[in-house]
């Protein structure tokens, strides 16, 4: 079977002639019916039920019609990426993840990414949110894997991955460790550790107070570590978000679910990247990662 015979039958369906299907695809009306035809024999099947000089399509035509017109997508956009791909002195993915995550899916995407197709040079960068969503905007990266914090922009490809519950990470020499569950309210005398440097530490200050609902103090840290370190020292918590797979954390210190008014509180981490931009590398990694997420579940 001939994707140019499956070309022709889906254009000869949505423009419900022949005549107008040979002139938009240049070729004579004969071509195009004896194309078909061969097309029916291959399948064994009727696709067009014709009746004198007009047709109809059979509910196998239809099925046909629907499956072969996404295939020939899938087709031409694979010919678009060999050809960019080709075209390029070397291709690269350049990604964005938030500073706090820590899931090992991250780290596994790449890896099997990077084994799937080695000729595509990855460069990774971390950043708050906001650094992040700037990034993206000026086109220094492609993809971020970030929490959403605003609601979903027609310019972008907003590719949910995962939804996980908001957890907090504590010192074993507070009290507040031996609970099984710890609600928002019961943390408003402890300081909240967050992650950003001097120039986003408003942005995420207030987006953890008005949005989140976390009360009273914020210290600062500039990693993932250092925050740690802080904590393995009693002088706050640090709000994590149970993305995927994490290391345990240290012996002294228990990671505890939050709750707000009662429920769980979940956060919404995406893939994002421009529209305009997309390519196949960057559905590929997206998906990639999806599928670690959903076998971690």
């Known amino acids: 079977m ?18 107008e299907a040979a002139e938009e695809l240049f070729v004579t009306q004969s071509a195009i019916s004896q ?12 696709l067009l039920h014709r009746q004198h000089r007009k047709f109809t399509i059979t509910p196998a035509g239809e099925y046909f019609y629907r499956e072969a017109k996404r295939i020939l997508v899938t087709i031409e956009k694979v010919v678009s990426e060999t050809q960019r791909v080709d075209e390029a002195e070397e291709t690269h993915l350049n990604l964005g993840y938030l500073r706090v995550y820590n899931g ?21 960068i971390n950043g708050t949110h906001e650094e992040l969503y ?5 086109n220094t990266v492609d993809v971020v894997l970030s929490d959403q914090r605003r609601a979903f922009s027609d310019e972008y490809i907003n590719y949910e991955l995962i939804k996980p519950e ?23 005398n402890i300081p909240c550790i967050l992650i950003a440097n001097k120039t986003q530490q408003a942005f995420e200050e207030d987006f953890y107070r008005n949005t989140l609902g976390f009360d009273g103090t914020f210290l600062f840290a500039e990693s993932l570590e ?5 904590v393995i020292g009693n002088r706050g918590f640090l709000p994590i978000e149970v993305a995927g797979t994490l290391p345990s954390p240290a012996i002294t210190v228990k990671r505890l679910p939050l709750v707000k008014n009662g429920k769980a509180l979940v956060r919404n981490y995406c893939a ?13 990694f997206a998906s990639l990662l999806h599928k670690l997420f959903v076998l971690k579940k």
């Open 272 to 284: 994002f990247w421009k529209k305009e931009r997309t390519n196949y590398f960057m559905e590929e």
């Open 134 to 138: 700037q990034e993206l905007r000026q």
């Open 35 to 46: 194309q078909i035809q061969a097309l029916e024999e291959d399948l064994g099947v009727e």
């Open 104 to 124: 090992q899916e991250l780290h596994q995407a790449i890896a099997e990414f990077s084994e799937t197709y080695p000729e595509v040079a990855i460069n990774i």
């Open 2 to 19: 001939l994707f140019k015979q499956m070309n022709y039958f889906v254009t000869v369906v949505e423009k419900n002639s022949f005549t």
């Open 226 to 230: 250092d925050a740690r370190m802080m």
């Open 166 to 188: 908001v957890f907090i990470e504590i010192s074993d020499r507070n009290s507040l460790s031996q609970k099984d569950t710890l609600d928002i309210e019961e943390l408003k």
